[in-house]
């Protein structure tokens, strides 16, 4: 009888002992084919040249064609299910860029569960964005935007690339935090945004530094401060808006790559250390900085805690601001 119960113990030790030896082993001979990395938006986006970048680079390390394949449609969901779905095996990867801690609080159910059906292999991304204001508003700083806004309540203007967006959700996290009435112009992109603000038909717009960068050069706008937790190296002058009137505030897009929820988890690490060690790379530093971003990697723990993070954070502010898509 004792014998019995020693091997009912023993048994399910030795399969599990077998099982991470199995994948152990797997892990030391992958990558033995193609890769792919989903992507859920169109080619020449932000999301879509990060992913070649690290495609191009990846695929030299490891030494095996890495693949970008372009998934459109409803916000990045389109490709998120498709890779969700994806057998897990290491070889379907999926960028994934700020908008999906923000899904789950915009829309009412996703086909994935956002944290369940993935595994986070990396942070590979970041930019702050840049608080930008129409020259004839009369502010240089946050402290002035925010004392001109209590001055005239609900007389200002902010623009936004559409409601939801990163650009919206970063301008609502603002007025929130600064405690200030002002009147939320929503457009279909940055791109139209950005014509109105530098025209004055809007007074200021918290955008994505790629995109304010072609005004804030020209003169057409003003910048006044960075959403990060430190100074942008691209807009070294420029102070962060923490550290110009508003305490605490930090809004930022970012980029990682996840894999198939059941992906082992020493695949996932072998991919991790892989991405992690491209991704600061010079060269690629560079490439990427030329877009308006900096390189910035994570363990797989690190960047599980940073999409919850963030997930809570858009959370409370699609909430408090009442956020719906219609």
């Not at 004792?2 to 002992?17: E, G, M, Q, T, Y």
């Not at 892990?27 to 999301?47: E, N």
């Not at 960028?95 to 915009?106: A, F, G, Q, V, Y």
């Not at 892989?274 to 990697?297: C, D, F």
Request: positive net charge.
């Amino acid at each position: 009888m004792k014998a019995l119960s020693a091997l009912r113990i023993a048994l399910p030790l030795c399969l599990s002992a077998l099982a991470l030896s199995a994948h152990t082993a797997l892990a030391q001979s992958y990558p033995a084919k193609p890769l792919r990395i989903i992507v859920g938006y169109s080619p020449g986006g932000g999301t879509d040249v990060l992913s070649r970048v690290l495609a191009k680079y990846l695929g030299e390390h490891f030494k095996q064609t890495v693949l970008v394949e372009n998934r459109a449609g409803a916000g990045g969901i389109v490709g998120s299910e498709l890779a969700a779905r994806a057998a897990p095996d290491g070889y379907t990867l999926h960028t994934i860029p700020s908008t999906h801690s923000i899904n789950p609080s915009l829309y009412a159910k996703l086909p994935y569960d956002p944290i369940k059906d993935f595994a986070p292999v990396t942070l590979i991304a970041t930019s702050p964005n840049t608080v930008v204001v129409h020259p004839s508003l009369p502010v240089k700083s946050v402290r002035e935007l925010i004392a001109v806004a209590r001055q005239r309540p609900g007389e200002l203007t902010y623009a936004s690339a559409g409601v939801g967006s990163t650009t919206h959700l970063a301008a609502e996290y603002f007025r929130s935090m600064a405690k200030i009435k002002a009147v939320h112009v929503p457009y279909k992109g940055s791109g139209q945004a950005e014509i109105d603000l530098a025209s004055g038909q809007v007074h200021y717009m918290i955008d994505s530094t790629p995109a304010a960068l072609p005004n804030i050069t020209s003169g057409r706008t003003r910048a006044i401060a960075t959403t990060g937790s430190k100074r942008f190296s691209i807009l070294p002058d420029v102070p962060t808006v923490a550290e110009s009137g508003l305490p605490k505030y930090e809004s930022v897009s970012w980029w990682g790559i996840v894999a198939p929820a059941g992906t082992p988890q020493p695949i996932v690490e072998r991919i991790s250390i892989g991405i992690r060690h491209v991704m600061n790379l010079p060269e690629v530093k560079k490439l990427v900085l030329t877009q308006g971003a900096e390189s910035w990697t994570s363990t797989p723990q690190e960047f599980l805690d940073y999409i919850k993070q963030e997930t809570v954070l858009y959370a409370r502010i699609i909430s408090d601001a009442g956020i719906k898509v219609e």
